[in-house]
Nanobody
Framework: QVQLVESGGGLVQTGGSLRLSCAGS????????MGWYRQAPGKERELVAV???????NYADSVKGRFTISGDNAKNTVYLQMNNLKPEDTAVYYC??????????WGQGTQVTVSS
């Protein structure tokens, strides 16, 4: 069974920073893609940033220049450094991974709240 465990969410003021972490575990050797999505109340889940193995990092336009994704494929771990946070970044952030066979996995989500 594969699990993604997130940590690092919380409450921060506008302009502050948070770092999210996600560790994958279970019966999988390596993921093909790891990344982060978020879902705000009343909105659809949206991509924040993803790292595909051997591919280019992809960021949502709304976070470019403020968020940085990094990862360790060998450890099935991905991080999201979020700087200059804005109230519109408030959402539940979900870790996402896809196996080499294309199967998707999701974490349980971690709440990020940015106060104005």
């Amino acid at each position: 069974q594969v699990q993604l465990v997130e940590s690092g969410g919380g409450l921060v003021q506008t302009g502050g920073s948070l770092r999210l972490s996600c560790a994958g575990s279970g019966s999988i050797f390596n993921f093909a893609v790891m990344g982060w999505y978020r879902q705000a109340p009343g909105k659809e889940r949206e991509l924040v940033a993803v790292i595909p193995i051997g591919g280019l990092i992809n960021y949502a336009d709304s976070v470019k220049g403020r968020f940085t994704i990094s990862g360790d494929n060998a450890k099935n771990t991905v991080y999201l450094q979020m700087n200059n946070l804005k109230p519109e970044d408030t959402a539940v952030y979900y870790c996402h991974a896809r196996s080499l066979g294309g199967r998707p996995y999701w974490g349980q989500g971690t709440q990020v709240t940015v106060s104005s």
